[in-house]
């Protein structure tokens, strides 16, 4: 009899054990958003996120379906603390997150320093993103061009076109390396299916209609999208803090050069130009 307890023990450990690891994969594979662009995406010990329309980072951890954001930091250099906020994961599949706050607001506002800002997480009773995949916002274009500026560092300089036949045009000014000066080229039909693929779960109409950034201008790359519609319209988006919803597709344009067979052009492309100018990017 002792014998089948330790082993109903062991599966219901090892059952337990496997469920927190599908889980753990579900949370941390999976873009989450929901239709008003609040949005979630985990790394290994991080996660981004975008609830009060502003971009932030912390840290997390995930535990017997509890998730933790934390903020850690010293205070004189010498006095170590942390402020964290819990949510319950109410349900999780491979396409549907809802979470729930279990801390309560005023435990927060006991916190001397209040370095984590917790107002936004308290906006709803429970929040309900999906699989980024599943929110799909179809977008027929005749052409996207994009436009990178510098930073403090050495990010690139560039400027891209692609056109809906896949044809691309490109622009490499400063820390381009071997791609500097003017190019063409052509993407396959794989890649600019990849590409449609990306645009449709970027929710840029919601974007251009909805969203603006909050943050104060940094030192980040400024970004310029500007997507001519097949019915003649005009998206434009300018930012140097981009929803987070956008780092896949401008990683797609930064990087073009490993997907379209770019080669030396003998003439400069005339790129579309934002009629945007916060943020607007200058070709030079």
Not at 80 to 94: H, T
Not at 169 to 179: A, H, L, P, V
Not at 193 to 201: G, P
């Amino acid at each position: 009899m002792k014998g089948i307890i330790v082993i109903l023990f062991l599966c219901t450990t090892l059952s337990g054990y496997s469920q927190s690891k599908v889980d753990s994969l579900l949370l941390t594979k999976t873009e989450w958003v929901n239709s008003d662009l609040t949005y979630l995406r985990f790394f290994k010990d991080s996660v981004v996120y975008n609830i009060d329309n502003a971009k932030h980072s912390l840290i997390f951890d995930f535990k017997n379906r509890k998730l933790t954001f934390k903020e850690k930091y010293f205070v004189g250099g010498i006095e170590f603390r942390e402020e964290n906020i819990d949510f319950k994961i109410k349900y999780l599949n491979k396409n549907k997150l809802v979470i729930v706050p279990v801390t309560k607001k005023e435990e927060l506002a006991e916190k001397n320093y209040k370095k984590l800002n917790s107002e936004p997480f308290f906006k709803e009773e429970q929040y309900i993103f999906y699989n980024r995949g599943q929110l799909i916002s179809k977008i027929d274009f005749n052409k996207i061009t994009f436009h990178a500026s510098t930073c403090f560092g050495t990010c690139k300089s560039m400027s891209v076109e692609v056109n809906k036949d896949g044809s691309v045009f490109y622009q490499g000014r400063i820390y381009t390396k071997e791609f500097t000066g003017n190019f063409e080229g052509k993407l396959s039909s794989k890649d600019l299916d990849q590409l449609k693929q990306i645009v449709n779960r970027s929710q840029l109409k919601v974007l251009d209609q909805q969203w603006k950034q909050l943050s104060r201008p940094n030192d980040t790359p400024r970004y310029n999208y500007i997507v001519e519609l097949t019915d003649g319209k005009l998206i434009e988006i300018n930012t140097n803090d981009q929803h987070p919803i956008l780092d896949r597709l401008s990683e797609y344009f930064l990087n073009i050069h490993e997907t379209a067979e770019l080669t030396k052009a003998p003439k400069k492309h005339q790129f579309a130009e934002s009629n945007i100018d916060n943020y607007k990017v200058t070709q030079n």
